[in-house]
């Protein structure tokens, strides 16, 4: 299963940055930043554990993302109340 960036519609632009998401793909959400050069997100990945960034969907195997997804799942379920 792919998708390329211009098929994922827009849901929030302004000058230099454009967030791109489409729900209900295959079992997942799959979400597209652009932002300007220079932008540091390591802080936004270092608070969040739920983020995976990719720089090409084009390089996505969902299988092997699905299988990441659920092995957190499992993970929460287990060590998480």
Do not use: H
């Amino acid at each position: 299963m792919k998708i390329n960036k211009e098929d994922i519609p827009v849901t929030m632009q302004s000058p230099g940055m454009i967030m791109r998401s489409q729900p209900n793909y295959g079992s997942m959400t799959v979400a597209f930043n652009e932002l300007p050069k220079g932008i540091d997100i390591a802080p936004c990945s270092r608070a969040s554990n739920g983020c995976i960034y990719i720089q090409k969907l084009e390089d996505i195997d969902t299988v092997i993302l699905i299988k990441m997804v659920k092995n957190s799942i499992n993970y929460f379920k287990k060590n998480i109340p």
